[in-house]
């Protein structure tokens, strides 16, 4: 059935709506979380309200996808955005951190159907002519949602209440759905496969046992070397295998290896995963360095990272208006060598490096990714038929998602042995530290808490701080180089609207 060209235009703004919500739900709480501890209680469990959210989104992607491929993107983004909205309406309702945690699994799943499937529908929708643009539109509004979520949680959790962060998602989810559920009509021809539920199974074993590993493990609940801890990663590695095992062997498996033997395909997926590794670290740590070590307001942290993002858009937006006159790897090797260049800059930040030499450090890191956010997607499903798209859409966004959540926790080990290195001596000294945990970051971000530091005790913590920081940096510039790599091996192939047009044609 054909989409009418008057309504693509609500369908799309239904699309963008709905990866804004999923988005920026895995930041909202970030700014909350203190209020919402302070009423719940639950201190050591309010990583899973995180955690909890952020596996069952990233098993959900490539199963969703799949499925969508199989049955029509209509019902199962649909369902996202209802699952969504029920577990946000019961994460206002809930009475306990455990609670909470699993009904933001419940959103969670939403999630990993709304953003792949999203996706997959623009390409679907949008005639090839402007599936470039609408892909940097739709690229820059996944980059701002990083900025948003802490700003409109924290927002909402000072002017209204904690449970609106989660309400909010209702009106949202309502407005999605109306514009989805009525004004999208796509193909009644899908491909009715078999279901690899053996594959859907490890998969989400695997993630949840790999993701509560790495939030529970380094001290945080559990030491790395404790029974819990190496009992979740070798059940994340035998899990591992075993999905290998069963996706080898499965008719139609969620993620298809085969589909990686095209060297395009392999690449966007390698260099998708490497530069949300890179650009992650850039996204967590600049903040606690602008504020941690040159003073400023943690309430208004999100806003700290804006020239970063507008930075993210303006490439974002020109790598899609690019796709129809320059190759996929032509539009990036540009994007990923000034990537490079502003994680390498980061590395030299020191404890006197002036505000606006970091914003220009910034600036480039948000250059250098964006155009990853809309070309890739297009790269990934290229000469892919209908019936492949979903499930190649869903594994580009759950390896640029394993990424992230990989870096955060990889990095984030690295700064905190490096700031207990570094604060050795300042922590030896003593003097006035009080009761003030030097080893956390996020306390050097309140000024009422730098207030009481004395000041040669606090020229020594921000000077650790800033090394702990800048030797991260360091670290992050191994997937930031892998990612150039991937790049330059990345085959010649271009968007082709004469080839697109006819399978768009066909499908419509």
Known sequence: MQQKTQNIGIVIAGLLLSILMASMDNSITATAMGSIIGELGGLDKFVWVTSAY????????????????????KRFFVFGIICFMLGSALCGTADSILQLSLYRAVQGIGAGALVPIAFTIMFDAVPPESRGKLGGLFGAVFGLSSIFGPLLGAYITDHISWQWVFYINLPLGLIAFAMIAFFYKESAQHARQTIDWLGAATLVGTIVCLVFAMELGGGKTFAWDSAEIVGLFAGAAALALLFVWAERRAQEPIISFAMFRSKLYATSNALA??????????????????????????????????????GTVVTATLGGSLLNKLSYRTIL????????????????????TSRWIVTVYMVLVGLGVGATFSVLGNAAIHALPASKRGSASSTLNFLRSLGMTLGITLFGIVQSHAMTRKLA???????????????DPHALMEPAARARIPHELLAKVTEGLSSSISATFMWSLVPAVLALAAVLLMSKERFDPALESEAYAAQH
């Open 425 to 439: 001596d300042a922590m030896a000294d003593g003097g006035g530290a009080g009761a003030l945990d030097l080893s």
């Open 333 to 352: 090797i540009p994007n990923i060598v000034i990537l490079v260049a502003g994680i390498a800059l980061l590395t030299t930040l020191t404890a006197d």
């Open 54 to 73: 952020m596996v069952a989104e990233m098993a959900g992607m490539p199963i969703f996808g799949k499925l969508s491929d199989m049955y029509g993107r």
């Open 273 to 310: 995963m490497l530069s949300g590794a890179a650009f992650i670290t850039a996204s967590v740590y600049i903040p606690i360095y602008m504020q941690g070590v040159l003073g400023g307001s943690a309430t208004n942290s999100g806003m700290v990272l804006l020239p970063m993002m507008l």
